[in-house]
C-alpha cells in the first residue's frame, strides 16, 4: 500500500491506539531482581557505583524480601559474599556458608518466591578468578567438581534454580549429573551460556567483592567480537542439560539475543549489567535523560530481542511503574 491510502500515523494517535497494537510487553513476571548477601547485622550498604542496590545482612531479608513481593517480582538471583576467602573456595559449598542460609533465610519469609543462585567461585576465591589457578592459569577441568558441589549444597539448603556463571567447559553436565544423583533431578539450571568477557562488569565486582587479583578473565568468558561462537556456546549448554540459557551482557548484545531466540526454543535470560544500570542512574543524575523513559526503553529493546526473562537491578523501579 502506498500513501496516502495506508497512514501508519492513525495507530498512533492516542495511547489507546498505540495498546491496542503493541508488539512487546512487559511484566513484572518477567523480571528477576539480583540481591547481595553479608554477614553481619543491620548491614544495609548502599554501593556507591549501583545507586539504589545494597549489600544486605541476613536480619535485612525479610523486609527486602517483603518490598519486593509488594512490587509483583517473583523471582530473586542471589549472590554471596563470605566472611573469608580462600584458593579452593571453600565457603561456596559450605552447609552454612552465606548463599545457603540466605536461601533458608528468604523462603522462612516467603516460601513462593523463586530463589535463584548464582554458582561461581569468584566471590569465595582469595585471587577473585572463577576456577582453581595453578601456575597463574585457570584450570578448567580441575574446576568443575567444586562447582558441582556448589550447585548441590543450593539446592539442598533450598534453592528453586540454580545459575553457573564461571564459563568453564562442562559445568552444566557435570552440575546436571551431581544434582541428579542427589535426587534434585527436578532443578532447573539457567545457564550463563553466552557470557563476553565485557567492561559492563566493574560496578558488580564492587558490589560482590570479587575482582581479580591478577589478569583477567578473558581465558574463559567470551571475545565481545564473536558471534557465531555463541551459538557454539548455547549448543553446548542446552545439549548438557541447562534449561534457561542467558546471554549477559543484555542490551550491548541485542543481536547475540536475537540470534539464540532464533536458533532455539530454550527460554531465553538476559542480564542487564551494572554498568548498563549505573550508566542511567549517572546520566540521570546529572540530568541528561529522562531515567523512567530510559529503564522502560532499554528493557522493551531487551524483550524485543527476544529474552523472555530479564535479570535487572531496575527490576524493582520498573515493576513499581508496571504496575501504575
Sequence with gaps: MLFPDYRPRRMRQNENFRALIRETQLAPDQLVYPLFVVLGKKVRKEIPSMPGCFQLSLDQLKAEIKEIKDTGLRSVLLFGIPEKKDEIASRAYAKDGI????????????????????????????????????????????????LGRVALSHARAGADMVAPSDMMDGRVAEIRETLDEDGFEHTPIMSYAVKYASGFYGPFREAAECAPQFGDRRSYQMDPANSREALREATLDMEEGADILMVKPALPYLDIISRLREEFDHPIAAYQVSGEYAMVKAAAKMGWLDEERVMMECLLSIRRAGADIIITYYAKEAARLLRR
Excluded: P
Excluded at 114 to 122: E, G, K, M, R
Design 99 to 146: 548463599v545457603q542460609r540466605a536461601i533458608a533465610e528468604i523462603k522462612s519469609s516467603d516460601k513462593d518466591l523463586l530463589v535463584i543462585t548464582d554458582v561461581c567461585l569468584c566471590e569465595y576465591m582469595s585471587h577473585g578468578h572463577c576456577g582453581f589457578v595453578s601456575g597463574g592459569k585457570i584450570e578448567n577441568d580441575a574446576t568443575l567438581e567444586i
